[in-house]
């Protein structure tokens, strides 16, 4: 860092990054759970954490079938989350919310660096980190990497890819061995960003973008290319390291078997996911970086087959922008960086990886870098380039926390997404659910029907529909709407485990085992496929079964008081006193008032 810029100068962006957050972004601290955030709580990699403290569940995150593609890094943060708090979502997003800020702080950092490479004065270069730091910070395009907790994949690992993007630039004007520690640094951001989300797989490309852009001339020539060569060699050793796991997760990504099973969208095969990225890239991601306008958390994309004129039109604009980026390399290489940064992002690397959701807002984070450099630069080579700046943060500001508003009630996101997209199923399957957990049936009644009234045979949708008539014992009506799914020997597992609770209540145990037993089949480390199997076995007798499967569910899922009731009752049943008080102990820890093991204890103790 230049001698001349003091720790003072740090201060006030260690005081305006986190006050321009808590502005745009407080509003929504305590918004629910949506969408992945349940499947994250809902994870036994997750839920297994007792404590910070809990090295045996920390192990069992290196154990994943996915190796170290599975995001283990990712997870650890989501699992100390869930260990101090686990079902209250503010404190998992007050952590998404100081990873923001700290790479809101690192691109201030970075673009000062920048600043100093092109000899600018002392002044401007802050003025221009400053600006990109704030832009950065309340960008309302990385709303969706800082509101939903599960976009804390793209914010953790753009952490460490900043960092390993500073690393580079320092390593620029770096003595021989430092250069080298440095360059080692950027290897292991590399590495660890790899732990957190694949997309870190690009930071050595745009570490050499660095090397060949703003490095000083009076670095010499070998030095570039030996630290080029040691990147990609880096780049080599992760994906050759990382190549069998990658396919098992490209192969079970592109199967979507769960999605596929419940009727949603199947995976595009690759030409048509490579051909429909290509023109989302322009026509979705590009301009929204400059001016984030219609923002969506499931927008509709229309797939497109071949090189239409959409696709040509983005693939000029891309070739545009790498043209103009090699034409600025000289006379604004601050521009040229900012360029190559957009082109040289995962965006670009999921053009190549084909995957059910074409367009992700949250997937722009790291490229979002990449924008905010080209605004800070154009901007502070204005006239009255301060006024611009506040005026250009204020409308990012004011959108953003308009967004957040928007996120804070799950209901008008869903709406907000459904009448952006109408024809986009999840919307209104997500409104469905929830009404119904709001009380309000009717209204989730509604969007299921509409939805079979354009999909009759939907099973996610028949099963919910059948899940409403369940819970007001309707038994014969939710009977009509699953017995179809089933005959058609569907793939969606909780369609059997729906119409398994039918049977259930008709005392149709034989019938109820074997559809829990398919459903498992199908889908795997389901906890209330083994708490209606405890059921069905106690209804048979068979007390040591039901023991067996009420335990299994308690491993995947150690909180379900229901479960701790049941095998307790079955324990005593069974005669196992000591066993059945443990259970009941268990369950008045969490739950004080419960009545029913109250009595139980008196009568056991």
Not at 75 to 80: A, C, I, K, N, S
Not at 231 to 260: C, E, F, H, M, P
Not at 494 to 516: D, H, K, S, W
């Amino acid at each position: 860092m230049p001698s001349e810029v003091k720790t003072r100068n740090f201060i006030p962006g260690l005081v305006l990054i986190p006050a321009l957050i808590a502005a745009v972004y407080g509003v929504s601290i305590s918004a629910p759970f949506v969408y992945d955030d349940r499947i994250i709580i809902g994870s036994p990699y997750v839920n297994s954490f007792r404590s910070i403290f809990d090295f045996s569940a920390m192990r069992s995150l290196w154990n994943h079938p996915y190796g170290l593609s599975a995001r283990p890094l990712l997870t650890l943060t989501y699992g100390l989350n869930y260990a101090l708090s686990p079902f209250n979502p503010a404190p998992f997003r007050l952590a998404n919310y100081f990873i923001h800020a700290a790479n809101s702080f690192v691109v201030f950092l970075i673009v000062l660096e920048l600043g100093y490479s092109a000899l600018w004065s002392r002044r401007r270069r802050l003025r221009m980190a400053w600006l990109a730091g704030a832009l950065f910070a309340v960008h309302p395009l990385l709303t969706e990497s800082v509101t939903y907790i599960a976009g804390r994949s793209s914010s953790l690992c753009a952490l460490f890819y900043f960092v390993g993007l500073y690393g580079v630039l320092l390593a620029g004007r770096a003595s021989p061995a430092k250069r080298a520690m440095l360059l080692i640094l950027v290897l292991g951001c590399t590495f660890t960003g790899w732990l957190v989300k694949q997309e870190a797989v690009t930071l050595p490309v745009a570490g050499i973008a660095l090397i060949w852009l703003v490095w000083p001339t009076a670095a010499p020539r070998r030095a570039q290319w030996a630290a080029t060569a040691v990147l990609i060699a880096g780049i080599g050793v992760l994906l050759t390291l990382q190549v069998g796991s990658l396919k098992t997760v490209s192969t079970d990504t592109q199967r979507n078997a769960v999605l596929v099973g419940a009727g949603f969208e199947e995976t595009p095969e690759f030409r048509t996911y490579f051909w429909t990225s290509l023109k989302e890239w322009t026509t979705y991601y590009l301009w929204r970086l400059f001016l984030p306008a219609k923002l969506n958390v499931d927008p509709q994309i229309p797939l497109v087959h071949g090189p239409s004129f959409l696709v040509v039109t983005s693939l000029a604009c891309i070739l545009g922008l790498g043209a103009a980026a090699y034409g600025f390399r000289k006379r604004a290489p601050i521009m040229s960086v900012g360029m190559a940064l957009i082109l040289i992002s995962p965006l670009a690397a999921y053009c190549l990886f084909p995957l059910a959701d074409v367009v992700a807002e949250h997937r722009a984070y790291i490229t979002a870098l990449g924008a905010v450099i080209i605004l800070a630069f154009v901007v502070s080579s204005m006239p009255r380039d301060l006024l611009i700046s506040c005026l250009l943060i204020s409308a990012f500001a004011l959108q953003t926390r308009a967004r957040n508003a928007i996120w804070n009630d799950e209901e008008l996101l869903w709406q907000d997404a459904a009448l952006q997209a109408p024809d986009k199923l999840r919307p209104h399957f997500n409104l469905g659910g929830l009404y119904r957990v709001r009380g309000q049936v009717d209204r989730a009644i509604s969007e299921y029907e509409s939805i079979l009234h354009h999909y009759p045979e939907h099973p996610s949708a028949l099963n919910n529909l059948a899940s409403i008539y369940l819970d007001w014992n309707n038994l014969s009506r939710a009977e009509e709407l699953l017995a179809p799914v089933v005959a058609r020997q569907s793939i969606f597992a909780p369609a059997y485990q729906t119409l398994a609770i039918v049977r259930i209540r008709q005392g149709r145990f034989e019938a109820a085992q074997a559809l829990l037993y398919r459903a498992n089949e199908l889908s795997p480390f389901q906890p209330m496929v083994h708490h209606n199997l405890g059921d069905v076995f106690v209804n048979k007798g068979q007390l040591e079964k039901a023991m067996i499967e009420y335990t299994r569910e308690l491993q995947l899922n150690p909180n379900s008081l229901p479960t701790h009731l049941n095998l307790a009752k079955t324990y005593d049943m069974a005669g196992f006193r000591e066993k059945s008080i443990e259970h009941y102990h268990i369950l008045l820890r969490a739950d004080p008032n419960n009545r029913e093991a109250h009595d139980a204890l008196t009568r056991l103790q």
